[in-house]
């Protein structure tokens, strides 16, 4: 008996009412809603785009740096039927812009699981692991690309971003992967979690070794189910954010919103070594507060530091209020964990409003000097990506801007390196970022000694790409 059948089964041991509640609950895609009755993930840059493209020799403004070869995939949201009831819902679509020489040409692919193939919505696709739309992030490990989202397994896609297939590690994995899972840069090892909500393990860790085997998997107790998005690893430890925003079955069945933010539950951080198990968790009480992504976090002494885009709350609006308002945004906040004391120290280091943060990837676990991230507009009553890039000197504890113009909208600010071997201090940031000027997408590439100076280039994309999740930059 497979997992799928077993959830069906524990699904189906639900009295026949609140089954039906939840059945009916089921939403149907409507292809036929006006434009004026649009949710705000499906207008303006959040509405999917229908083509699939393929175009060389893009259109640059500037120069592209001689030494960038490889190719950027962002990941995002693009509802097949042009409708999803959420934006957390709509299939997931590749962008890839690839640099060679100079020169830049541009692709976009749907990721073609069940879910993409049948049309599904939230709730069907909840019971089939399979059945993922893999719209949140892309990663490339042990020679796979991986497009993930985080209630199902990962899909494959090959470099020319056809889908190849799901993949389970052959069997071992049997549950959920985390959107972001992280690799190693000393050991390239591929570190995830994967949460779920409708039965235990409510949590669970894994471990993948370099060459992409599944090595260590073990469930880890909390005592109720969170919408846990994101964590963090160093180079000894990796630290699970036990949050309080608090799945409620009884609400999903309801029809309500089914996430709450509860803060009378707590908020932990629990820091386990990376080869350790559910008995080794230090878990540390920190105030609660909500965080959909962290920078980073690194080991320095007894001591642990975390950069976090932290909000004082999450949703207290429902499910729609993904951000909006000061006090579901993030600010960029350090944490530092005493692991003698097991106490966490809570910082405020910078007031704008930010989220989507990164650091160099080979940085991941260690400590970066530079961190990036994407502006917010706090003041918006929905999620709307900010005018701003920011780059915070995370020893100083000061922040760079780079303006993006008026009318011009961010995407998640990505760290190239100049050289395999370069210091983080030499690169550019990319992010395909929306110029609603001239109502088009722009991939623009920013030294990061020069960040708060005009872009080195700007390639004009030959389509629009809809405001999207995360994406990686895959060196040749
Ligand atoms: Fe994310």
């Known amino acids: 008996m497979n997992i799928q059948t077993v959830a069906t089964k524990l699904l189906l041991k639900l009295p ?27 207008k303006g840059n959040w509405a999917p785009v229908e083509k699939e493209l393929e175009v060389q020799n893009l259109e640059v403004i500037g120069d592209i740096p001689k030494e960038i070869s490889g190719k950027y995939i962002r990941n995002g949201m693009n509802p097949v039927s042009g409708y999803s009831d959420h934006w957390f819902f709509g299939n997931g679509m590749l962008h890839s812009v690839e640099i060679e020489n100079g020169k830049a040409s541009y692709k976009n692919k749907y990721v073609r699981t069940p879910y993409f193939e049948n049309d599904m919505g939230m709730m069907e696709g909840s019971f089939d692991l399979k059945a993922s739309p893999a719209n949140t992030h892309v990663i490339r490990h042990a020679d796979k690309i991986l497009t993930l989202e985080e209630a199902h397994f990962p899909w494959i896609v090959n470099d020319d971003l056809e889908t190849v297939g799901s993949h389970d590690f052959e069997g071992k994995l049997n549950g959920p992967m985390t959107a972001h899972p992280r690799i190693c840069p000393e050991t390239n090892e591929l570190l995830f979690f994967g949460y779920q909500m409708m039965k235990k393990p409510y949590l669970t860790y894994h471990r993948v070794s370099a060459d992409g085997e ?60 990376r080869d350790g198990s559910n008995k080794d968790i230090k878990w540390i009480d920190i105030n609660p507060c909500f965080v959909f992504h962290p920078m980073n976090a690194y080991e320095e002494d007894n001591k642990i530091i975390l950069h976090v885009c932290r909000q004082n709350k999450a949703m207290v609006g429902g499910m729609d209020e993904i951000y909006g308002g000061k006090d579901t945004t993030g600010k960029l906040w350090k944490w530092t964990i005493d692991l003698d004391a097991e106490t966490c120290k809570e910082e405020q280091i910078d007031d704008a409003a930010c ?90 590439i920013v030294d990061v000694e020069n960040f708060d100076k005009k872009p080195v280039c700007e390639v004009i994309l030959p389509q629009r790409v809809p405001f999207g999740a995360h994406g990686s930059w895959l060196s040749n």
Request: hydrophobic share 40%; aromatic share 10%.
């Open 16 to 42: 026949q009412p609140i089954l039906n509640k939840l059945m009916r609950s089921v939403p149907k895609n409507n292809k036929n809603i006006k434009n004026n009755e649009k949710p705000w993930h499906l």
């Open 214 to 273: 599944l090595i260590q998997s073990e469930e880890i107790d909390i005592p109720r189910p969170v919408m846990m998005h994101d964590w963090n690893i160093t180079r000894n430890y990796v630290i699970f954010m036990d949050l309080p925003l608090v799945f409620d079955l009884d609400q999903a069945v309801s029809g309500s919103d089914p996430f709450g933010f509860r803060p009378e539950c707590g908020a932990r951080l629990g820091v386990m070594p």
């Open 355 to 444: 989220d989507f943060a990164r650091v160099d990837d080979r940085l991941t676990g260690l400590k970066a000097k530079n961190g990036y991230a994407m502006a917010i507009d706090e003041n918006a009553k929905t999620l709307t990506f900010g005018q701003f890039l920011y780059k915070f000197n995370l020893e100083k504890n000061t922040r760079t801007d780079h303006d993006l113009g008026d009318n011009v909208f961010g995407g998640e600010p990505v760290f190239v390196p100049k050289s395999k071997d370069s210091s983080e201090e030499e690169g550019w940031v990319m992010a395909i970022v929306f110029d609603d000027n001239i109502k088009k997408s722009k991939l623009i």
